[in-house]
Structures are given as C-alpha cells and as structure tokens.
C-alpha cells in the first residue's frame, strides 16, 4: 500500500532541507532550479559548486519517485544540432518539487517547468547555456528581455548582455 501524497511530499522536504546551518547537497541542487527551469548534472554541478558525479547521482536519486517519497524531478533527452554521441539529458522541477522549493526557500513564484516538447526544452535549456556563460564572463545578462525603439514598438530577444556595462549583445536562440 502506498503513502498517501502529503506523507511522500513531506519525505521529500526531509530527504532535502538544510540541516542546522548547513544546507544538504540536495537543497543545493534543487536551490539551482530557482532561477533556471530547464538544467543538465554539468550545469547543476558549475552552479551549486559540486562534481558532475554527484549531480548526476542525486538528480537521479529525486528523479524517481518511490513508495516512500515523491519525485522532485522530471528528465528528458535532447539531441543538440552537429553534437555527436549520446543525447544531453536535462532535468526540470516536477510540481511537488517545485512546491518543496517554494516551502524551504519561501520564494512564492517558483514554479514546475511547463515545457511541452522537445523543442521548447532544448529552446530554454540553450537559453540557459548561453546566460550561464555570459555571466561566468561576467557580463551583465537579462533573459526574456523586451527592448523599446521608436517609443512604441517593441521586440523580446531571448537573452541580452551587457558587455563592459555599455555594449548590449542580442541573443535569440533557434533550433
């Protein structure tokens, strides 16, 4: 017989918060999908400050979702135009991890991915890559951001750096 879903849920929450002072691997990785709604182990790893090996361990770890707890995570698989080998496998926060985050970080507009397929996934998670690197260049960087001209007309580029804080730089990611 199964736990009911608020039991799951709250063996979750357990599985992850901080304890003490110190936050647990886990809260760290699930704390690197506030921000970003679509993540590979690498990125997770660069963000949180943790290997690869132990990204990939413990997305897989609240990947599944067992008799005792809920799931945190959802994956999929995108295959990036001219890459070679095995396809990137990305990870998004399902919605009772989303509401986990929610709860331990109270930040209330932290939301579960609502990308639909394929191409919407490998849209943001390319998204993502290219504001990762901005900022590691340490470049200023906004994403979805619209910019005004002729005081009335308007156009959403999908990631806008700033380089040496004058230079804007417009990105827009297609497949």
Do not use: C, W
């Not at 921000?35 to 290997?51: E, F, K, R, T």
Request: charged letters at 25%; proline letters at 2%.
């Amino acid at each position: 017989m199964r736990k009911n879903q608020k039991e799951r849920i709250e063996n979750l929450e357990a599985e992850i918060q901080p304890v003490a002072t110190r936050k647990t691997t886990r809260y760290k990785i699930l704390q690197t999908f506030a921000d970003h709604p679509v993540l590979s182990a690498n990125q997770v790893g660069q963000l949180s400050g943790i290997s690869y090996q132990t990204a990939m361990r413990e997305l897989q770890h609240l990947l599944v979702e067992t008799h005792h707890r809920a799931a945190a995570f959802t994956q999929a698989k995108i295959q990036l135009e001219g890459k070679e080998g095995r396809p990137t496998k990305v990870f998004s926060l399902t919605d009772v991890g989303a509401a986990v985050l929610r709860k331990l970080t109270g930040n209330s507009t932290i939301r579960a991915s609502r990308l639909g397929n394929g191409v919407e996934i490998t849209h943001t998670y390319l998204e993502v890559s290219t504001v990762l690197q901005a900022e590691k260049a340490g470049h200023i960087v906004s994403r979805e951001h619209e910019i005004t001209f002729d005081q009335s007309r308007h156009i959403r580029v999908d990631v806008l750096v700033t380089v040496d804080g004058i230079t804007p730089a417009l990105f827009e990611i297609e497949q």
